[in-house]
C-alpha cells in the first residue's frame, strides 16, 4: 500500500483563503488555546533537558505561529522537524527543518529518538484506518511524549466542508455535494475522480476510535457549546522511562 498524502490543511483540491494566516480567524483562535496544552510539554522537556527536539507530523512552519512568542523566547533551545509529503519553504532555519516523507511510513526516522512528537487535525487525512494505524504507531514510537489532536466525528459540524451533519452522509452523496457547491475549504469539484479522493482523505473519527489508536494516552476534548468539538491525545512520560 503506498504511503498516504499527509498535510496539515485541506490539501487536495485550489483551497480558498487560508484562515491560519489570519490571527483574527476562529480556527486560529482555537489552535491558540490548544496550544497551551502542546507549550506545557515543551517547558516540562526544556526543564528537564534544557533543549527539546519536536517533531511535527505533517504539519507546516506556518502553523507554530500560534506559539510565537513562545517560540521567540526559546529559539535557541528549540528545534522542530516538519514532516510532510508536499514541499516547503523554511522561513526560520535556525529554528525548522523539513524533512519530505510520509508520516505513515513505518520506517520513518528509524533509530532516532525526539523529545514531543505533534500532530494537529491530521490523521483525519491519510487515508485509510491501516494509515492511521501507522501514523499513530509513529507518534508513539518516535518520542517518549506526543500530542495529537483531531476533529471528532461526533461534532455535528465538519470542519473541512463547514457544513452540519456533513460527514454522517454516505460518501457518494459527499462526493457529489462537493461538484456541484463550494464547500468550506474548497471550490467546487471538477472531476469524480478528485471528488472520490478528497472524500477518502477526510476521514473524522471518533473518541472509541482514538482510544483504539492511541492506548497509552490521556484523551481530552475541547469543547464548544458542551459538545465535544476535537479529541486531544497526549502522553506526557519523561524520558527514559
Known amino acids: 500500500m503506498p504511503h498516504a498524502t499527509i498535510t496539515e490543511q485541506a490539501f487536495l483540491a485550489p483551497a480558498k483563503a487560508d484562515p491560519y494566516r489570519n490571527t483574527n480567524s476562529l480556527e486560529f483562535g482555537f489552535r491558540a488555546k490548544r496550544f497551551r496544552h502542546v507549550q506545557r510539554l515543551i517547558e516540562t522537556i526544556l526543564s528537564e533537558r534544557g533543549t527539546a527536539d519536536i517533531l511535527d507530523l505533517g504539519g507546516t512552519e506556518t502553523y507554530w505561529k500560534i506559539g510565537e512568542d513562545f517560540i521567540k523566547a526559546n529559539r535557541h533551545r528549540l528545534r522542530f522537524t516538519i514532516v510532510n509529503t508536499e ?5 526560520q532555519r535556525d529554528v525548522f527543518g523539513f524533512h519530505k516523507d510520509s508520516a505513515t511510513n513505518p520506517s520513518l526516522f528509524e533509530g532516532r529518538r525526539f523529545d514531543l512528537v505533534h500532530s494537529n487535525s491530521v490523521i483525519e487525512h491519510v487515508g485509510s484506518w491501516l494509515d492511521m494505524v501507522d501514523f499513530a504507531e509513529n507518534t508513539r ?14 461534532f455535528p459540524y465538519e470542519p ?8 454522517y ?10 461538484m456541484r457547491y463550494s464547500l468550506g475549504f474548497f471550490r467546487r469539484i471538477g472531476t469524480i475522480e478528485e471528488a472520490r479522493d478528497i ?11 482514538i482510544r483504539k489508536l492511541f492506548p497509552d494516552a490521556t484523551v481530552r476534548h475541547e469543547k464548544v457549546a458542551g459538545l465535544n468539538k476535537s479529541i486531544i491525545a497526549i502522553r506526557d512520560v519523561p524520558a527514559g522511562r
Open 160 to 167: 473541512h466542508f463547514r457544513t452540519a451533519g456533513f460527514q
Open 169 to 178: 452522509l454516505p460518501a457518494r452523496v459527499r462526493e457529489r455535494l462537493i
Open 87 to 91: 514541499d516547503q519553504e523554511i522561513e
Open 141 to 154: 514510537r518516535l518520542a517518549p511524549r506526543y500530542y495529537m489532536q483531531t476533529p471528532n466525528f461526533w
Open 199 to 209: 472524500i477518502y482523505h477526510h476521514h473524522l473519527l471518533s473518541t472509541r476510535e
